[in-house]
């Protein structure tokens, strides 16, 4: 839920670190706002400003700072973005509510016997990596609950990430206040009229990779791949948490909820 500053104990930043994706509108946005309020370091800063899209939101968040974080809408889509406006960026900033996400975390061992981890704000995927579905064998802390799935992929999201990839999936948005997240199937063929799960966020999920040589699958989160996986295991983060800020009445909680409107 979103918060005000009275209640977060955020105080007015005074040193603001600008970063930019690359496109050009991101590109010519920070050489404007930095001509207006300076650069102050990364590491003296009270707040990151992070001017691109949502793909550049995630890439600022995987930093790790530990700095709330403003985004501007400099890409394309822009859930996760304020809209982009030069001026008064102080002021919006001392009026803007807070709100945590909390990452998943990823283990995945592949074909090879490498294990890689990975965090991710919106989502772990798993997507066949061949011509042929996948076939997954999912377990929710440690139990067995589906001997073998037949599908493009699956799919583990949270709250904030519910509206992008699982979405587009048919999976349910989740409130972002709520403590669960989203299992969903990708063009599931057996069972085909399977519809996913709610679980709740402290649910360990594994998938299995059957058959991983005829039928190879890679894992993803947020844009992070590794090809060739065996298992993957994947839970929440529940002591991890990042801090974006918006503009008063446009926080998570109300664009979740415009979107099951739209």
């Given at each position: ?9 955020l ?14 509108s991101a ?7 930095t ?38 809408n400099?890409?394309t ?51 066949r ?16 609950r ?7 992929g ?13 979405y587009?999936?048919?999976g ?24 996913g ?7 360990s ?7 991983p040589?005829?039928?190879?699958v ?17 839970k929440a ?26």
């Amino acid at each position: 839920m979103g918060q005000t500053k009275e209640e977060t104990g955020l105080i007015r930043p005074r040193k603001m670190h600008f970063a930019a994706a690359m496109q050009a509108s991101a590109q010519e946005a920070l050489g404007e706002l930095t001509g207006y309020y300076g650069q102050s370091e990364l590491e003296e800063s009270d707040v990151v400003i992070a001017l691109g899209g949502d793909g550049f939101m995630l890439q600022c968040l995987h930093q790790n700072t530990g700095l709330p974080v403003y985004g501007m809408n400099r890409g394309t889509i822009g859930f996760l973005m304020n809209n982009y406006a030069p001026d008064d960026l102080p002021d919006r900033l001392e009026l803007a509510e807070e709100a945590e996400i909390k990452p998943l975390s990823m283990r995945a061992l592949t074909t090879d016997g490498e294990l890689h981890t990975a965090q991710a704000f919106n989502e772990v995927s798993l997507l066949r990596a061949g011509p042929q579905a996948a076939k997954l064998r999912i377990s929710v802390n440690g139990k067995v609950r589906m001997e073998e799935l037949i599908c493009d992929g699956a799919i583990l999201s949270t709250p904030a990430g519910s509206t992008a990839y699982n979405y587009s999936a048919h999976g349910p948005i989740l409130p972002i206040g709520a403590d669960v997240l989203a299992l969903t199937g990708i063009a599931c063929f057996r069972p085909r009229r399977w519809r996913g799960a709610i679980l709740p966020d402290t649910a360990s999920v594994r998938f299995d990779v059957l058959e991983p040589e005829k039928r190879p699958v890679m894992s993803d989160a947020d844009s992070r791949s590794v090809k060739s996986v065996l298992w993957v295991e994947i839970k929440a983060e529940p002591v991890i948490k990042h801090r974006l800020l918006f503009d008063p009445g446009h926080g998570l909680e109300e664009r979740l909820m415009s979107e099951q409107f739209a």
